[in-house]
C-alpha cells in the first residue's frame, strides 16, 4: 500500500498530479517550458550536475541543517517536538536550496540573467545571493506593500546586485509579483525565471520540489538517529508550498505520518482578510496552473492577506492540492493574533525568533496541543528565521513586547 502511495504521487507524462497542475498558458510560453523540460531532465542525475550541488549545500549554504529537540517547548506543549532549522541555512530560510539548483541549471543553459519573484523577501535574497555567485545579472518583482514591510530584504538584495522591481499593480503583494515576472519572461525570452515555490506551469512545481526534498531526507535520517522511529506529525506553514513539500516528500508513502499544512487565518476566516486556500478554496486556474484557489466567482483570484508576506498567495502548489483532495493532507489555520503569540513564544522559551510564516507553524502546535497525545513525536518545519520581521512586530506591538 504504502508503494501504491508513492506511485500515484509521481507526477505524469502531462504534467498533472491528479487532476491539478498542467500548463494553462499563453503559446509564447510554450517553447520556454519545453526547453526548460528538457535541459532539467538531462542534467538533474548527472554525477557532475549533483556534485556541484552537493558540494554547494553542505559547504555554502551550510547543509544537513540540524534536527533540534525543542525541550522547553516541547514541555509547554506536552509532546515531543523537533525543529527542522531550515532557518539555520545562508541566507537564512529554506529558499536557499532551490536557487542554487535552478541557478546551476540555468548556468548549464547559458543564461545570463536571472529574474524572480518574491514576497517576504527571503527567495528574492536567495535568487540575488545565487546571481551573485555565479555572476549572473538579477531582477527581482516584489509587490510595494511587501516591499514596505520587508525594507531590509530589499536592500540586501541590491547589495547583493540584484534591481528591485516593485509592484504597484493589483494588490502590490506576492500574486502581483508572479504576474509581473511572467509578463517579463514573455516579453524576454532569453532570461531564466527562477520560480521560488512549488507553484506555476509544469516543470516548475517538480524542479522546486525536487531541489527542496533535501528537507524531508534529512529529517527522516536524523529523526530515525534520534528517535528510532518515525514521527507522527510533520507540520509547515503553506503558502505556495515548497517548505511543505520540501519536508512531507520524503514522508509521502509513509502512511503513519500525518502531514499538516498550516495556513493564514489572517484577521480571521469570517473577515474575509487571510489566505486560507486549502480550507476554503476550489479547483482553479493561477499562474499557468490549476490548483486548490481561493476566487471570485468568475474565477478570477481573490485578493488575500496575512501578516506573513510569503504565504499571501491565493493559490497553492498542484501536489500539495492533490494530497489534500486524496486526504493525504490536513489543513489547518492560524490567524494573525496566533501566529504572533507563536513568533514570542519561541523566541522567548527556545531562543530562537522565527520568521512569521514559520511562527504559524509554531502557533498551530500551541493552540492545538489538547488534540496531540504525550507519546507523539511531531517534527516542525522552521523554514525561516525571524530578522526580517522584527521591525514588523515592533510597529504591531508599539515597540513592547511585554
Do not use: W
Not at 334 to 359: C, H, N, Q, W, Y
Not at 381 to 397: F, M, Q, W
Amino acid at each position: 500500500m504504502e508503494q501504491k502511495q508513492i506511485i500515484e504521487n509521481k507526477i505524469n507524462h502531462k504534467g498533472f498530479f491528479g487532476q491539478f497542475g498542467g500548463q494553462f498558458i499563453p503559446p509564447m510560453l510554450q517553447n520556454y517550458l519545453d526547453e526548460l523540460e528538457v535541459e532539467y531532465n538531462s542534467i538533474k542525475d548527472t554525477p557532475e550536475f549533483l556534485s556541484e550541488l552537493n558540494d554547494l549545500l553542505k559547504n555554502y549554504v551550510g547543509r544537513p541543517s540540524p534536527l533540534y529537540h525543542a525541550k522547553k517547548l516541547s514541555k509547554i506543549v506536552g509532546f515531543k517536538v523537533y525543529l527542522k532549522r531550515e532557518d539555520l541555512n545562508h541566507t537564512g530560510a529554506h529558499k536557499i536550496n532551490n536557487t542554487l539548483g535552478q541557478a546551476l541549471l540555468a548556468k548549464h543553459m547559458g543564461k545570463k540573467e536571472l529574474i524572480a519573484e518574491t514576497g517576504a523577501g527571503q527567495h528574492g535574497v536567495a535568487a540575488a545571493t545565487a546571481a551573485a555567485l555565479f555572476d549572473m545579472n538579477c531582477k527581482i518583482f516584489m509587490g510595494e506593500i511587501d516591499a514596505e514591510k520587508q525594507k531590509m530584504n530589499v536592500y540586501r538584495m541590491q547589495l547583493l546586485g540584484a534591481e528591485v522591481v516593485i509592484v504597484k499593480t493589483g494588490g502590490k503583494v506576492l500574486k502581483d509579483a508572479v504576474d509581473e515576472a511572467l509578463g517579463y519572461l514573455i516579453g524576454h525570452p532569453d532570461v531564466f525565471y527562477l520560480l521560488g515555490s512549488v507553484v506555476g506551469p509544469h516543470p516548475y512545481p517538480t524542479i522546486v520540489r525536487d531541489f527542496q526534498k533535501i528537507i524531508g531526507k534529512e529529517a527522516k535520517q536524523q529523526i530515525l538517529s534520534l528517535e528510532k522511529r518515525l514521527p507522527d506529525y510533520l507540520v509547515a506553514c503553506v503558502g505556495g508550498g515548497s517548505n511543505a513539500m520540501g519536508l512531507f516528500y520524503e514522508f509521502i508513502g509513509d502512511k503513519k505520518v500525518k502531514l499538516i499544512g498550516v495556513e493564514p487565518a489572517g484577521k480571521g476566516i469570517s473577515t474575509g482578510m487571510h489566505a486560507a486556500t486549502l480550507t476554503l478554496g476550489s479547483p482553479g486556474v493561477i499562474h499557468g496552473f490549476k490548483c486548490y484557489l481561493l476566487q471570485e466567482k468568475n474565477g478570477s483570484p481573490k485578493e488575500v492577506y496575512s501578516i506573513a508576506s510569503g504565504l499571501d498567495y491565493p493559490g497553492v502548489g498542484p501536489e500539495i492540492s492533490m494530497l489534500k483532495e486524496t486526504k493525504r493532507l490536513q489543513s489547518g489555520t492560524v490567524t494573525d493574533k496566533e501566529a504572533l503569540e507563536g513568533f514570542m513564544a519561541l523566541s522567548r522559551e527556545e531562543g530562537i525568533i522565527p520568521a512569521l510564516e514559520s511562527s504559524h507553524a509554531i502557533a498551530y502546535l500551541l493552540k492545538n496541543k489538547n488534540r496531540f497525545s504525550k507519546e507523539d513525536v511531531v517534527v516542525v518545519n522552521l523554514s525561516g528565521r525571524g530578522d526580517k520581521d522584527v521591525e514588523t512586530v515592533s510597529e504591531i506591538t508599539g515597540g513592547g513586547l511585554r
